[in-house]
Nanobody, 123 residues
Framework: QVQLRESGPGLVKPSQTLSLTCTVSGDSITNAYYYWSWVRQPPGKGLEWMGAIAGSGSIYYGPGLKSRTSISRDTSKNQFTLQLSSVTPEDTAVYYC???????????????WGQGTQVTVSS
């Protein structure tokens, strides 16, 4: 059974770059059947799909954060990472990594999700 686990700092200062890592077990991130996504949920708001890296290595970004988002992977560690630059308090959210056979993830009812990690942007 696949397991995904997010890790990274829980507190980031404004204007800095947020960096998170998703460590995957039970499947390979090079599995061509799946997309490996980052999704976030700000407090009191809905889910926002940020982007994904396919098993092939192709990378896709959601339109809202494309200019500030970078997704990459380390196949030797079976990890994929998220970097979000120039953060503001509006980037405060729970961040999730997700395995799904669909590119975009907009519901928790589909795919395999990590437990999520709270990131707060504050000085």
């Amino acid at each position: 059974q696949v397991q995904l686990r997010e890790s990274g700092p829980g507190l980031v200062k404004p204007s800095q770059t947020l960096s998170l890592t998703c460590t995957v077990s039970g499947d390979s991130i090079t599995n061509a059947y799946y997309y490996w996504s980052w999704v976030r949920q700000p407090p009191g708001k809905g889910l926002e799909w940020m982007g994904a890296i396919a098993g092939s290595g192709s990378i896709y970004y959601g339109p809202g954060l494309k200019s500030r988002t970078s997704i990459s992977r380390d196949t030797s560690k079976n990890q994929f990472t998220l970097q979000l630059s120039s953060v503001t308090p509006e980037d405060t959210a729970v961040y999730y990594c997700v395995r799904d056979d669909s590119l975009e993830v907009h519901s928790t009812t589909h795919g395999d999700w990590g437990q999520g990690t709270q990131v707060t942007v504050s000085s």
